[in-house]
């Protein structure tokens, strides 16, 4: 019988480890450039960046209603990115000073010249500086003024 004790001693204490050590293991965070839309209406997002073959613009991420969504997926690889939102319902938009262009209908854009001439749209992005952070997360609220979104960095792990 005290076999059979210690070996139940031991399936338990086993469980116990193997229990915890998965409850208490860190989780690997995700790297990535993510927009949270903290109002109650769908938001249309575009994204500039500085890739290797120069300036690209796309969109449109529909984001909608107190949700995110994942723009960038992976560790950032350029240090400034660039965002113009529009609220599809109000009107409202959130942008900056950093002219480039955009289209109506979904679109991947190469260049941020000439946006008339070829036959797209200008619009005002906000420029976000990530330094060396490889993930970044923007939050678009109704509180603030629509020109400064709250902007929440994630250090890297």
Same mark, same amino acid.
């Given at each position: 019988?005290?076999?059979?004790?210690?070996?139940?001693?031991?399936?338990?204490?086993? %469980?116990?480890?193997?229990?915890?050590?998965?409850?208490?293991? #860190?989780?690997?965070?995700?790297?990535?450039?993510?927009?949270?839309?903290?109002?109650?209406? /769908?938001?249309?997002?575009? /994204?500039?960046?500085?890739?290797?073959?120069?300036?690209?613009?796309?969109?449109?991420?529909?984001?909608?209603?107190?949700?995110?969504?994942?723009?960038?997926?992976? #560790? %950032?690889?350029?240090?400034?990115?660039? %965002?113009?939102?529009? =609220?599809? *319902?109000?009107?409202?938009?959130?942008?900056?000073?950093?002219?480039?262009?955009?289209?109506?209908? *979904?679109?991947?854009?190469?260049?941020?010249? =000439?946006?008339?001439?070829?036959?797209? *749209?200008?619009?005002?992005?906000?420029?976000?500086?990530?330094?060396?952070?490889?993930?970044?997360?923007?939050?678009?609220?109704?509180?603030?003024?629509?020109?400064?979104?709250?902007?929440? =960095?994630?250090? #890297? *792990?």
């Amino acid at each position: 019988m005290s076999i059979k004790l210690r070996w139940g001693s031991f399936l338990a204490a086993f %469980l116990f480890i193997f229990i915890a050590g998965s409850v208490f293991t #860190p989780t690997k965070a995700h790297a990535d450039f993510r927009v949270c839309n903290s109002t109650q209406n /769908l938001v249309g997002v575009a /994204l500039g960046y500085r890739a290797k073959t120069g300036w690209i613009t796309e969109g449109w991420w529909h984001v909608n209603a107190s949700s995110c969504t994942t723009l960038v997926v992976g #560790p %950032l690889t350029s240090r400034y990115y660039y %965002l113009y939102a529009e =609220d599809a *319902q109000s009107g409202g938009r959130w942008d900056g000073k950093i002219n480039m262009c955009v289209a109506e209908n *979904q679109f991947k854009i190469t260049g941020i010249n =000439d946006c008339f001439a070829r036959g797209f *749209q200008r619009s005002g992005f906000q420029e976000y500086d990530t330094g060396e952070q490889t993930s970044w997360m923007v939050q678009l609220t109704e509180e603030n003024p629509p020109s400064s979104p709250i902007v929440t =960095d994630t250090p #890297p *792990q």
